[in-house]
């Protein structure tokens, strides 16, 4: 049974689509995570909710729009995708109070603007 | 302006041998260190982490060392085995920050 699970794997789609990709952890953690992996391998956090309110905004650009419906979901909306939002994102959770200590990763979704 | 780098990107290493993961770091304000693996099409997983209160951790196989004077953290195995075979992660998180920074990761190899 996944911990943190990813949907899709992969997405291929056209420069000035909008895609979602979706997450969802049964781990019951309270915060999640949006990283995004480029391609210079580094992971850098995006967007960090703890039980549905957004605490961390790391300077992503108005396209991206994160939505937490519930403590176990974290959804990542793209608009207008650019070139430069090819990328794998991976999505995580950590518990209360752990600060961001541990981790939990999913898979990641690997996301290629054409 | 990256505040935690890896700066070899691969390292091989013979089966049986020790393998050695090196990280440095230019914030001064970290006081929590970790390392994770990651194999191919997964997520990353955590693996060892150490405070900065202590200059050493060991769990098993893995040893993490912090040298807080030269900002600069290992990751030791040993012995190496072929499952060991995967990208290593070095992060780190200040105080109460709710967020870990990453490196760009070494992909470690493990020859038989």
């Known amino acids: 049974d996944t911990a943190v699970s990813q949907t899709p794997k992969y997405l291929v789609t056209q420069m000035g689509n909008d895609k979602s990709i979706k997450c969802e952890q049964n781990?019951?953690?309270?915060?999640m995570y949006w990283y995004k992996q480029d391609s210079k391998k580094f992971l850098k956090i995006m967007f960090s909710y703890n039980n549905k309110e957004l605490i961390i905004n790391e300077t992503v650009p108005n396209r991206f729009s994160p939505k937490s419906p519930d403590k176990a979901h974290l959804n990542l909306h793209i608009n207008s995708l650019e070139l430069g939002d090819s990328a794998v994102y991976f999505c995580?959770?950590?518990?209360?109070?752990?600060?961001?200590?541990?981790?939990?990763f999913g898979a990641g979704s690997r996301l290629t603007v054409l | 302006d990256q505040q935690v780098k890896q700066n070899s990107p691969s390292l091989s290493v013979q089966e049986g041998r020790i393998s050695i993961l090196n990280c440095d770091y230019t914030?001064?304000?970290?006081?929590?260190f970790l390392w994770y693996k990651k194999y191919p099409a997964e997520g990353p997983t955590f693996l060892i982490s150490?405070?900065?209160?202590?200059d050493k951790n060991e769990d098993g196989r893995f040893t993490v060392f912090l040298n807080k004077s030269a900002k600069h953290l290992s990751l030791h195995i040993v012995p190496s085995q072929p499952g060991d075979s995967a990208v290593y992660f070095c992060?780190?998180?200040?105080?109460?920050?709710?967020?870990?920074?990453f490196g760009q990761g070494t992909r470690l190899t493990i020859n038989p």
């Open positions: 914030n001064s304000m970290f006081d929590y």
């Open positions: 781990l019951g953690h309270d915060t």
């Open positions: 992060a780190a998180s200040e105080e109460g920050a709710q967020k870990l920074v």
């Open positions: 995580a959770s950590s518990p209360r109070g752990s600060g961001a200590n541990v981790l939990t």
């Open positions: 150490i405070s900065s209160i202590k």
